[in-house]
């Protein structure tokens, strides 16, 4: 049986919202994004988004194409 969670609205760690913005972006107004004008549509510095796209390929979740722009990868289509 699982146990009760004590809070109904857990505090989410800043980078995972972030990650989760950077996520959302993607068919939300766009489905391939430099990494520029994602940087500008979510709102995240450079280094941080940087981080995370680099994260999320890695995991599969989003791929580079040869122009540069990113596009959903295998791991979220699999999500949907």
Excluded: C, H
Excluded at 17 to 33: H, I, M, P, Q
Excluded at 38 to 43: A, E
Excluded at 72 to 77: I, Y
């Amino acid at each position: 049986m699982p146990r009760p969670r004590t809070n109904p609205n857990p505090d989410t760690p800043k980078v995972l919202d972030k990650a989760l913005r950077v996520l959302d972006a993607f068919g939300e107004a766009s489905t391939a994004w430099s990494e520029a004008g994602l940087r500008d549509y979510v709102g995240i510095p450079s280094t941080t988004l940087n981080r995370i796209l680099r994260s999320l390929e890695q995991a599969g979740y989003v791929r580079r194409g040869a122009d540069g722009r990113y596009r959903l990868g295998g791991a979220a289509m699999r999500l949907g």
